[in-house]
């Protein structure tokens, strides 16, 4: 029996053209509290009403600066942070409605950034594998996680009664996705999964990873910092600033055309190997204001070249380009009625 | 359910097996003569405690008027008499009995119900948090010595009021580190990382926050186990402990002051081994604390 | 700062609200009735009744404690029932007597902790590290009503030196500055410093060593300044976390004398206290827990605030 037949993903119920999740109005605020009765003084926005959705099979990158609120919309998908507002539909099934959240963790995984924080140290490797099929009452839950080692490429009979601390950086993040997929997950989210790795051992888990999409017919969600991780790997891309997405796209529409000013620096901040490629853009200067008080109107104009008294006043909507649906953005300049003087003509060079 | 062996899956056929943490500690500790020392001693005092009837001493109970105060290395009284003309060694090792007893149990009782506490605050937070961690401020108000004395007092003499007094000395500290450390492995990811597996908060505590938190809560419990010796004793030293004519280092201290001009060396004994105890206990725990790698 | 200290002692009336609580139920989960000690054997029920009337053991628990406190805060604690003198007074006159031994202790205890430990802490792993720390650890594991004993054997019976009890000649009750009277404040104060001793050099110690061993004494060196500079850099850094400790220390110390104070026969709160027992005088007891646990949470509050002043750091969190 392969690993193939004892995988036990939940079934499909909408069929392949309802997306896998959809979250609209996605808030989550926190408080950061201080004073003299410790009272809540004031809110970080973290994520600020964002909305997206992921098709069945696609993979969809997640990019941004540190502290744009991607990790927390991580743990949004999954539940280890509590929502404030908003909806998650999973296959179409409302959390909190017809999901509860332990089903929802039942067709959600997630692979953390830091490998070893996110191992046990007292357990044991296959321990760790298997908890999480245990939990769920998934038959035979050590034989999955034995055939699921052997799948990620961690020999079972070697590893399996390891502690974290005898193992590699590379060798933990494998066992980090055998633990999330023991679980026969249908979406997995991965949270800046492959940023602490050398680049060597990167490739080789990028590559495991589009080979176990295939394999279970998974559907990722994959946050990085690094655009070209990313690009290997996404079907799309969401680009996020302070808490909210300014730019969603296909990644060929996205690397031929950024459409927000944020997301053309965010681009050009990127090391190119061709000298024809580069863009001409400055990178962007100091750090992104404080999500306590985040900027009025569209949230970059603090730091946006092209800024004008409409961006300070009002909030720009996410919004397809006019020749290309697919490719959304939030910005003044797209919106010929914005009211920018110059609206419609896209971002100037 | 399934979950049962999730800590104890033996493996089916070979294997590399590979070095626990507390096989780690074993060999610490082994390696350590000083703690290893201080073990035996300890071990040496609890075992001549309890098998004190079958080691062939004097009744610690029978005086005898003719045979009072005889003074150290008396023949046939290794150690002397006590002002009633008891043996002195059979009661020191017979002593260990309730002495050990009450300085010991209070500790592990409170580990328990300390850990219980500390970790339900430290994991569950909120007004939970709050309301175990206020109450256990307030009993931080008292030195403990005057908790102690506080409530045996109120109590009057007794081992069983001893033993309540000395537990409720010691849950609040040992609360407050169970809180501490849980509170700071809750932070972790693994921990949610087990969270996002669905499991319940008390498979999570059980599984993945026990064993990382018990560790550093049994050598702090282990670091008061002097102390509590050191009370327990003095409990009785005040004559709200235990009551005579039970053998019984503290309250043996007590009595014996009144003779402390007649045969004065004899009356400090004692004390004597309530400090070989304490001390043991203090350098035990020190030891385990670097075993267990355990940092302050 | 200010809103520092406001937070500060805001935090400490609901603790202050708790040790009062438990001082009262002190005297509840005491067995038999509080009035069997005045109550004459042969009294009637309806006299039973009359007392408990009189002394407001018939109303509900919550009604009995508002009235105590109430009373508390017009600075009645009750009456004695031993003396039937006032319980404040009683208090206040041996807790004067207690914080003196208690000061004096420290006066011993923590110049000889912090030199004991720094001595440590620079010399870390030699011999006199191993020989302070052996000496910490058996200063804080000896009994130190044991230790009193020991020191009274040796300096009063058998050398016949120093006085053995009370706090002054001829069982004078009155302090006064002579050495008729520090005589008998010697053995006791020195009994009491051991175990702070123990503790101050522990973590004094603890302190210059990590200090020490730190980068920024490197740079010190580096910058050409001398040795006796970096030992005051070391100092100021490690201020504030040893004056918490010795504060502490001191709260102990006032309110853990009490063995020694029996031994000694020394005249202060603990020995009140141990009568108070034994007198099965309950408000007594009751009055002389309250005062000292106050004590002590008014010294926490007062170590907090300098330590924060000392270090701003610690006003952040």
């Known amino acids: 029996m392969s690993v193939t037949d004892t995988y036990q993903p939940l079934p499909d119920t909408g069929g392949p053209a309802q997306p896998l999740i959809r979250v609209s109005g996605l808030q989550k605020y926190f408080p950061v509290r ?15 009403g964002v909305s997206f959705e992921v098709k069945k099979g696609e993979t969809l990158g997640i990019v941004g600066e540190s502290g744009c609120g991607k990790s927390t919309t991580a743990k949004l998908l999954i539940g280890l942070v509590e929502k404030d507002k908003g909806e998650i539909v999973f296959d179409g099934h409302a959390l909190g409605e017809r999901l509860s959240l332990k089903d929802l963790r039942r067709g959600v995984q997630m692979v953390f950034q830091d490998s070893y924080a996110t191992l046990n140290p007292r357990l044991t490797i296959l321990d760790s594998v298997a908890f999480g099929a245990k939990v769920q009452g998934l038959d035979n839950p050590e034989d999955l996680a034995r055939k699921m080692m052997d799948r990620v490429g961690l020999d079972p009979d070697r590893f399996a009664h390891r502690y974290p601390h005898e193992l590699s950086g590379g060798q933990r993040q494998r066992v980090n996705i055998a633990r999330a997929l023991a679980m026969s997950p249908r979406l997995v989210v991965l949270d800046e999964a492959v940023s602490a790795l050398d680049k060597s051992v990167e490739a080789q888990v990028l590559n495991l990873l589009n080979d176990l999409r295939e394999e279970f017919g998974l559907t990722y969600v994959f946050i990085s910092h690094d655009l070209n991780v990313v690009r290997y790997i996404s079907d799309r891309i969401l680009v996020m600033y302070l808490g909210e997405v300014v730019e969603v796209a296909p990644v060929e529409s996205i690397w031929h055309e950024q459409a927000h000013p944020y997301t053309r620096s965010l681009f050009s901040a990127m090391p190119s190997m061709d000298p024809d490629n580069r863009t001409k853009e400055p990178p962007l200067a100091g750090d992104p204001p404080n999500p306590i008080n985040p900027p009025s109107g569209c949230r970059f104009h603090t730091r946006c070249r092209f800024a004008s008294a409409v961006c300070r006043e009002a909030v720009p909507k996410l919004s397809g380009l006019a020749r290309n649906g697919d490719h959304m953005v939030a910005c003044h300049l797209h919106d010929a009625e914005s009211g920018h003087p110059k609206a419609g003509q896209g971002v100037p060079e | 359910m399934a979950m049962a062996e999730a800590t104890s899956i033996h493996a089916p056929e070979k294997v590399e097996k590979s070095k626990g943490y507390w096989s780690g500690v074993g060999h610490r ?8 020392f201080c073990l035996a001693v300890i071990a040496a005092l609890i075992l001549s405690a309890v098998f004190a009837p079958y080691l062939g001493l004097a009744d610690p109970y029978k005086g005898s008027m003719i045979a009072r105060l005889k003074p150290i290395g008396a023949p046939g009284y290794p150690l002397g008499t006590d002002e009633q003309g008891r043996d002195m060694l059979a009661r020191l090792i017979y002593g260990g009995r309730l002495t050990l007893f009450i300085g010991l149990m209070p500790v592990v009782i409170a580990f328990f119900a300390g850990s219980i506490l500390g970790i339900t605050a430290g994991y569950v937070g909120g007004l939970t948090n709050t309301i175990i961690m206020r109450t256990v401020d307030v009993f931080f108000a ?11 007092g109120a109590l009057g003499a007794g081992i069983v009021n001893s033993l309540v007094s000395l537990t409720i000395v010691f849950i609040p500290p040992i609360t407050r580190v169970a809180e501490a450390v849980t509170s700071g492995v809750r932070k972790l990811d693994y921990i949610d990382a087990a969270r996002a597996s669905g499991a319940s908060a008390w498979t999570v505590i059980r599984v993945h926050v026990i064993g990382n938190v018990l560790s550093p809560i049994f050598v702090y419990a282990t670091s008061l186990t002097s102390v509590c010796m050191i009370l327990a004793a003095g409990l009785s030293f005040l004559g709200i402990g235990v009551r005579p004519p039970e053998p019984e280092w503290g309250l043996m201290l007590n009595t014996l002051r009144s003779v402390i001009y007649v045969n004065p060396w004899l009356s400090a004994l004692p004390g004597v081994m309530i400090f070989v105890t304490s001390l043991c206990l203090n350098l035990l725990s020190d030891g385990l604390r670097s075993a267990m790698n355990v940092r302050d | 700062m200010l809103s520092y200290l406001i937070r500060r002692i805001l935090l400490v ?6 040790v009062s609580v438990i001082c009262f139920l002190l005297v509840q989960i005491a067995p038999g009735d509080p009035l069997t000690a005045i109550m004459p054997i042969d009294a009637t029920a309806e006299e039973q009744a009359a007392m408990r009337a009189a002394y407001g053991l018939d109303k509900p628990l919550p009604v009995q404690y508002a009235i105590w406190i109430g009373n508390l805060f017009q600075g009645d604690m009750g009456k004695s029932i031993a003396s039937g003198r006032p319980v404040a007074a009683e208090v206040f006159g041996a807790v004067k007597n207690s914080l003196l031994l208690a000061v004096s202790a420290a006066v011993i205890a923590f110049p000889i902790g912090i030199f004991l430990g720094f001595l440590a802490g620079y010399f870390r792993d030699t011999w006199i590290d191993r020989a302070v720390t052996a000496l910490s650890i058996t200063g804080v594991s000896v009994p130190n009503y044991w230790l009193g004993i020991v020191l009274v054997i040796i300096f009063s019976v058998n050398l016949g030196w120093l006085p053995s009890m009370g706090a002054g000649p001829g069982g004078s009750q009155s302090w006064a500055w002579d050495w008729a009277h520090m005589r008998h404040l010697l053995l006791p104060a020195v009994t009491l410093a051991v175990v702070p001793i123990g503790i101050v050099s522990r973590t004094v110690r603890a302190l210059a060593g990590d200090i020490l ?10 910058k050409g300044m001398s040795r006796a500079d970096v030992l005051r850099h070391v100092a100021r850094n490690a201020a504030a976390t040893a004056l918490s400790v010795m504060g502490l220390q001191l709260g102990y110390l006032l309110g853990g004398s009490i063995l020694i104070e029996t031994v000694f026969n020394w005249p202060g709160s603990g020995f009140l206290l141990s009568n108070a027992i034994f007198q099965r005088d309950l408000p007594l007891l009751q009055g002389t827990i309250l005062i000292l646990a106050l004590f002590f949470v008014a010294m926490n509050l007062i170590v907090d605030v300098v330590q924060a002043a000392i270090d701003p750091r610690i006003q952040r969190t």
């Open chain 1, 34 to 48: 201080g004073g003299i009765l410790g009272r809540t003084q004031a809110k970080v926005q973290a994520v600020d």
């Open chain 2, 29 to 36: 500790l082994v390696r350590d003569p000083l703690t290893m």
């Open chain 2, 142 to 152: 008292f030195p403990s010595v005057l908790l102690a004395i506080a409530i045996s």
């Open chain 3, 13 to 18: 009336l609901p603790v202050a609200f708790g």
């Open chain 3, 213 to 222: 061993s730190q980068d920024f004494v490197d740079a010190l060196y580096a």
